[in-house]
């Protein structure tokens, strides 16, 4: 799944793993913040060989997220560890913000011979942001700097949810939906 922060990924991935009859293991790009020291995560000038956020003093908005090497293989790491456990039979759920297309290629390319299908996650700028500061755990500012790269992308997704009004339950389903299809579709090839 691919989505703006405060899109509803992590909810819809609950769902689906509550929904489905498939057992599911979810990693998401909070997984990642979680794991990384907490001082290499943050506003401050010390911040640099890690992961960033540039505060514009006049405002206090976020107006940058900067990612040192460091944080970057560590990124690049936890796809590599999503394939793993697929390729050990593992059904996984991977959220991730991600708006770069080279990126999201080589997804399709890594899993190949998966049942793989890319998720866009959407949700208006206002629910996002309001969904920001209600969570407590996020800087404000970044589902506005998301939001704005998401615009700009244009992916040919195998489904677009908006968690804007729908319920995370009934975007599950389509998703459940979609990949039961994949899977009959792939059975039928291979017979």
């Known amino acids: 799944m691919n989505g703006c922060a405060s899109a509803g990924k992590s909810t819809l991935a609950k769902a689906i793993q509550e ?3 498939e057992k599911f293991l979810y990693v998401g790009i909070d997984t990642l913040f979680g794991a990384l020291p907490r001082k290499i995560v ?3 000038q010390k911040v640099e060989e890690g992961f960033r956020y540039v505060i514009d003093p006049k405002t206090g908005d976020l107006i940058e997220m900067k990612v040192s090497p ?3 293989l560590v990124f690049s790491c936890l796809l590599k560890v999503v394939k793993l456990l697929a390729d050990n039979g593992l059904n996984v759920i991977f ?3 991600n708006f770069y297309r080279e990126l999201i290629d080589n997804y399709r390319t890594l899993f190949a011979g998966h049942n793989f299908i890319m998720i866009s996650v959407k ?3 206002a629910t996002m942001e309001k969904r920001e500061k209600l969570r407590g755990d996020r800087v404000v500012g970044m589902a506005k700097i998301f939001y704005q790269k998401e615009k700009d ?3 040919p997704y195998d489904l677009s949810v908006d968690t804007t009004s729908e319920s995370p339950f009934a975007n599950a389903q389509k998703i459940l939906q979609l990949l039961k299809e994949k899977k ?3 059975s039928t090839k291979n017979n």
């Open 19 to 21: 929904l489905s009859e």
């Open 153 to 155: 992308f244009h992916y």
């Open 70 to 72: 460091y944080a970057g």
């Open 184 to 186: 009959t579709q792939a």
């Open 123 to 125: 949700c208006d700028l």
């Open 42 to 44: 943050g506003s401050d």
């Open 95 to 97: 959220d991730e913000c």
